[in-house]
């Protein structure tokens, strides 16, 4: 699990930016307009990529020790899940 006082506001960013994508993509979905829900599920993956790649927990791991590492790998694991969900 994440603790919340953890995180940094990068970190709480990509965490709300996909807890809003569940009403945007639902919207789209309620509306029947499938391709831009899957369209705004895949931007969801993409700011997530981004994310991990400005982060780069495998450098922070040999250099900034196991923690923050794990914590990243920690919001990538839930936005992950979240991003299966809206798929």
């Keep these: 699990p994440i603790n919340e006082e953890e995180l940094t506001e990068k970190d709480r960013e990509i965490l709300g930016y996909i807890e809003g994508?569940?009403?945007t993509v639902g919207a789209s979905l309620r509306g029947a307009h499938f391709?831009?829900?899957?369209?705004q599920a895949m931007e969801v993956s993409?700011?997530?990529?981004?994310?991990l790649y400005e982060?780069?927990?495998?450098?922070?791991?040999?250099h900034d020790g196991e923690e923050r590492a794990r914590i990243i790998m920690s919001v990538a694991q839930t936005?992950?899940?979240?991003i299966a969900v809206l798929l």
């Design 55 to 62: 982060e780069e927990p495998w450098k922070k791991f040999k």
């Design 79 to 82: 936005a992950i899940y979240n």
């Design 35 to 39: 391709r831009k829900a899957l369209a």
């Design 46 to 51: 993409g700011k997530v990529n981004k994310y």
């Design 21 to 23: 994508a569940f009403e």
